[in-house]
C-alpha cells in the first residue's frame, strides 16, 4: 500500500519549498507527496511510468516541482526534466526551476544545467550536490543527454527522477507507414536514455492522456529490433480547484441549455466557409473597406468587437472595485490556421477592422456605436446572470472611444518560437503591453504558453482528422478565468464546437475512471468483421474514432435534412412501410414501451437512414454504422443472460420539431426531439438494464425547416446501468 511507505518530509528541500509558496494549495503539496508514494514504493520501469494527470493549464507543472523537491529529499539524486521541443519553453522551463531553486542553488545543495550548455565530465564533489538537467524532447538535446550519462559512469549509478512533460508531444507512440507500425524517433530515444541509467524513475506529466492510455503494451515496431511501449504504472490527478474553469463549463450540459446560462452565452457560431477567407485575401468575397460592414467577414468582426466592449466593461468595473488602471488588461486569441500567408493577412483583418472601428468612432458614425451596442447586449445577458455590475452603454460607447483613440489595442502575430520566445515575460504568460492584446498564431501557441485574462477565442482550425491531445492543447481558454467568464467568448463553427464537446465527454469519462480506480475499469469496444461487437483492448487503438457510451448517453442525427415526398428518391412509401411496422409493434403515443429483439430496432435505423440527408458541410457528422455498434453493445450489457440481446422500443407521432433553433438559441440545429417531461420519463422507467430507441415521427412542414413531409427522428438512450465504453472504428490489425 502506497500510503503506508513513510516519506521524509523533513529534509532539506521540501520543508524550505513549501514555506517559500505557501500560497500553493494543500492539495498540491497532497498530490505530490502521494507521487513519491507511488515512485517510491512501485517499480517504475521504463514500461509502465508513473503519470500525473492534470488538466490543460490547471497546474501540473508546480505539483511535478513540487514533487522534485520532495524526490531530493527522499534518495533520488537527479532529475531530468524532458520539455516540449521549443527553444522558447525550453528557456521558460530553466528559468522557473532556476527561480523556483534559488535558495537551493545559492547554498550549493543544486546545480541546474540546460543539457546543451552542460560541461562533459561531472568530479566527485559536484556529484554530491543534487543536479537538475532540463532538455527539449529533440534529436541533439536526447543524443547529448544519453551520451553525458553513458560517459560519466558515477553519475549513471545516480537514482534519477525522470519527468517528461507535455509526455504525449512527441516523446511516445508509433505511426502506421505502409502497413507497418513504426516507433517515433523520439520515443526510441527516451527508451535509450531509460537504458543508460541504472536506476531511474520514469514520471509523465500530462493533461491529455489518451495516447498513454491507448498504446499497445507488446508489439512488434517495422524500424526497430526492440521497443518498449509505455503504459502507466499508476496514475495521480493535479487537484483542480473551483477557480478553473475547463472543458466541463465550454462543452458541459450548461453549455448546450436552451435556455440563457453564463456557459451557454460563452459560445458564438461562426459560418465555418468564413475560415477559408482568412487564408488570404479573396476580392471576390469582400474589399478591405468593408470590414465594419460585409456579411462575408461577421464572425472575426462580432469577436473582435466584442472583445474590446469586453475588456472595457472589465476594467470599467475593475476601476470601480479599486483595480489598478495598468494591472487591469485582457487578451484575445485568433487560431485558425497554421502557414506564416495566413497569419499576415489575418494581421492585416484585424488592424484594418481596429482602425475602421476607431476611425467610426472619431467620426461619430452610427455604424460604431451600433456594434458596440451589439456587443453590450450580448455581454450584458452573462454579466446579469452572474450578478456582476453592469455599466451604462453611454459610459461603455466612452471608454471604447478612448480605447481605440488612446491606443489601448496591441496586435501581435505569433508564428515562430523567436515570436514567443520575444513575448514571453518572466513567468511564462505572453506579455500583455496593453490593455487589450490581440495574439494571432498558430501551432506555437499550444502547449505552455499561457494567455493571462483571455476573454476572446476565435478558433477554425479544421484537421482532417480531430486529433485529441492536439485540440485540447490548442484550448487556451482554459485555466483559472473564473472572475473573466461573463465576458469571455468562444467563436468557432458547428462542426467544431461538436468534435470538441464529443472530445470532453470522453475526456471526462476517462477521467473519471482513473479517479475511480484506473482506465481497466473502462470497456473499449469495435465492431468485428462479421458485424458483431466484440472487445477491444485499449492498447489495440492507433489513430481512432471513438464514441463515448455512458449511463443515459442520447444517440441521434443533427443538423439533417429529410428527402422529398415523391420523386425517384421519394421517402413517401418507406415511412409509409415504417408506420405500417410501428402500429404492428407498439403503436404510437402508448403508455408503455415494448421490448423488442436488437434486430428489429437495428432494422429501424437501417431504414431511417436513406429518409435523411445531410446536405450542409458543417453539419455535425453522424456515423449510422457507430449508432447501430452502440445499439448492439448496449443490448448485451443487461445482467441476466436471458435480457440480453433486447431493446425497449417506444415511437411518438404528430411531432413538430423545428429543424432551425430559433435565433435567441445558442444552437444552430434543434438538438432535442425528445423532452425531459415525455422521453426522459420513459427512459428512466424502462432504460434500466437495457437500452431505449425512441421513432418520433415528425409532420416535417416547410414552415418549419422541413420538406413537407413525415420523417421519423431516430434517438437512442443508454440504460441507467450500463458501464463506460469507448467504440472506436479503427483498430491495429
Not at 544519453?146 to 516523446?171: C, H, Q, W, Y
Not at 493533461?207 to 503494451?217: I, M, R, V
Not at 454579466?383 to 489601448?408: F, K, M
Not at 483492448?537 to 443515459?552: E, G, M, V
Amino acid at each position: 500500500m502506497t500510503k503506508g511507505t513513510m516519506l521524509n518530509l523533513d529534509g532539506v528541500f521540501y520543508p524550505a519549498y513549501k514555506a517559500a509558496n505557501a500560497s500553493f494549495s494543500a492539495d498540491t503539496f497532497a498530490c505530490a507527496e502521494d507521487v513519491v508514494r507511488e515512485l517510491l514504493s512501485s517499480s517504475t520501469s521504463a514500461e509502465h511510468p508513473g503519470m500525473l494527470l492534470g488538466k490543460v493549464q490547471s497546474g501540473k507543472t508546480r505539483t511535478f516541482i513540487s514533487t522534485v523537491a520532495l524526490a531530493f529529499d527522499n534518495k533520488y539524486d537527479i532529475a531530468i526534466i524532458l520539455s516540449k521541443n521549443s527553444r522558447a519553453l525550453i528557456e521558460q522551463t530553466y528559468k522557473r526551476l532556476t527561480s523556483e531553486f534559488e535558495q537551493f542553488i545559492d547554498d550549493g545543495e543544486l546545480a541546474i544545467y540546460d543539457i546543451m550548455h552542460t560541461p562533459e565530465k561531472f568530479g566527485k564533489f559536484e556529484l554530491d550536490s543534487k543536479l537538475i538537467f532540463v532538455a527539449k524532447k529533440q534529436t541533439d538535446n536526447l543524443d547529448r543527454l544519453t551520451s553525458l550519462f553513458v560517459d560519466n559512469p558515477a553519475m549513471a549509478g545516480k537514482r534519477t527522477l525522470i519527468i517528461d512533460d507535455e509526455a504525449d508531444s512527441a516523446s511516445i507512440g508509433y505511426t502506421k507507414k505502409a502497413g507497418l507500425i513504426e516507433a517515433r524517433q523520439i520515443s526510441l530515444q527516451i527508451s535509450n536514455l531509460r537504458t543508460a541509467i541504472h536506476q531511474t524513475s520514469f514520471l509523465q506529466v500530462t493533461a491529455t492522456p489518451y495516447s498513454l492510455y491507448l498504446q499497445p503494451t507488446e508489439i512488434e515496431v517495422a524500424n526497430v529490433t526492440e521497443f518498449k511501449p509505455t503504459r502507466p504504472a499508476f496514475t495521480k490527478l493535479v487537484p483542480v480547484p473551483p477557480e478553473y474553469v475547463g472543458g466541463d463549463v465550454y462543452f458541459g450540459a450548461s453549455s448546450h441549455s436552451e435556455s440563457d446560462t453564463i456557459e451557454s452565452l460563452i459560445h458564438h457560431t461562426v459560418d465555418h466557409r468564413e475560415f477559408d477567407r482568412l487564408k488570404k485575401q479573396d476580392r471576390r468575397s469582400f474589399d478591405l473597406a468593408e470590414v465594419l460592414t460585409t456579411r462575408n467577414l461577421v464572425g472575426l468582426r462580432t469577436a473582435i468587437v466584442t472583445f474590446i466592449v469586453g475588456g472595457t466593461i472589465q476594467r470599467i468595473n475593475g476601476k470601480s472595485g479599486g483595480g489598478k488602471d495598468k494591472k487591469l488588461r485582457y487578451s484575445f486569441l485568433l487560431h485558425s490556421e497554421a502557414s506564416r500567408e495566413a497569419h499576415n493577412w489575418q494581421e492585416t483583418l484585424v488592424k484594418r477592422i481596429v482602425s475602421e472601428l476607431g476611425e467610426a468612432a472619431l467620426q461619430k458614425n452610427m455604424i460604431f456605436s451600433d456594434l458596440v451596442s451589439e456587443s453590450y447586449g450580448d455581454l450584458i445577458k452573462s454579466l446579469a446572470l452572474d450578478g456582476a455590475p453592469v455599466p451604462e452603454l453611454s459610459e461603455v460607447l466612452l471608454a471604447t472611444e478612448t480605447a481605440l483613440a488612446d491606443e489601448h489595442i496591441t496586435i501581435a502575430k505569433v508564428n515562430s518560437d523567436d515570436d514567443v520566445a520575444a513575448l514571453l515575460d518572466s513567468s511564462g504568460q505572453l506579455k500583455l503591453r496593453s490593455p487589450l492584446n490581440i495574439f494571432i498564431g498558430g501551432q506555437v501557441l499550444d502547449r505552455g504558453v499561457t494567455l493571462a485574462n483571455l476573454i476572446g477565442f476565435y478558433y477554425g482550425r479544421r484537421p482532417n482528422k480531430f486529433q485529441q491531445d492536439t485540440v485540447l492543447q490548442h484550448s487556451r481558454m482554459y485555466g483559472y478565468r473564473r472572475p473573466d467568464l461573463a465576458v469571455t467568448r468562444f467563436y468557432t463553427s458547428k462542426a467544431i464546437r461538436y468534435a470538441m464537446a464529443q472530445m470532453e465527454e470522453f475526456d471526462t469519462s476517462l477521467r473519471a475512471t482513473v479517479q475511480a480506480g484506473g482506465d481497466r475499469a473502462v470497456q473499449f469496444i469495435r465492431k468485428s468483421a462479421n458485424g458483431s461487437i466484440v472487445p477491444c483492448s485499449p492498447n489495440k487503438i492507433l489513430i481512432a474514432t471513438t464514441q463515448t457510451l455512458r449511463p443515459n448517453k442520447r444517440i441521434l442525427p443533427i443538423g439533417f435534412q429529410t428527402g422529398y415526398k415523391t420523386g425517384s428518391s421519394g421517402i413517401g412509401k418507406a415511412i409509409q412501410a415504417i408506420d405500417d411496422e410501428v402500429c404492428k409493434l407498439c403503436g404510437f403515443n402508448s403508455d408503455q414501451a415494448v421490448l423488442v429483439d436488437l434486430k428489429i430496432a437495428i432494422g429501424f435505423l437501417d431504414r431511417i437512414e436513406p429518409t435523411l440527408e445531410f446536405p450542409e458541410d458543417d453539419a455535425p457528422p453522424f456515423d449510422w454504422d457507430a449508432a447501430r455498434a452502440a445499439l448492439t453493445h448496449l443490448s448485451q450489457q443487461a445482467i441476466n443472460p436471458e435480457d440480453r440481446g433486447k431493446v425497449w422500443l417506444w415511437a411518438a407521432d404528430n411531432r413538430n420539431s423545428s429543424r432551425i433553433a430559433s435565433e435567441s438559441s445558442h444552437a444552430t440545429y434543434i438538438e432535442t426531439p425528445d423532452s425531459e417531461r415525455t422521453e426522459g420519463q420513459l427512459a428512466k422507467t424502462y432504460a434500466v438494464s437495457q437500452p431505449i430507441l425512441f421513432l418520433l415521427r415528425q409532420n416535417g412542414d416547410e414552415s418549419r425547416g422541413w420538406r413537407g413531409t413525415p420523417f421519423y427522428w431516430p434517438v437512442v438512450r443508454a440504460q441507467a446501468q450500463t458501464p463506460v465504453a469507448i467504440y472506436t472504428a479503427e483498430v491495429i490489425d
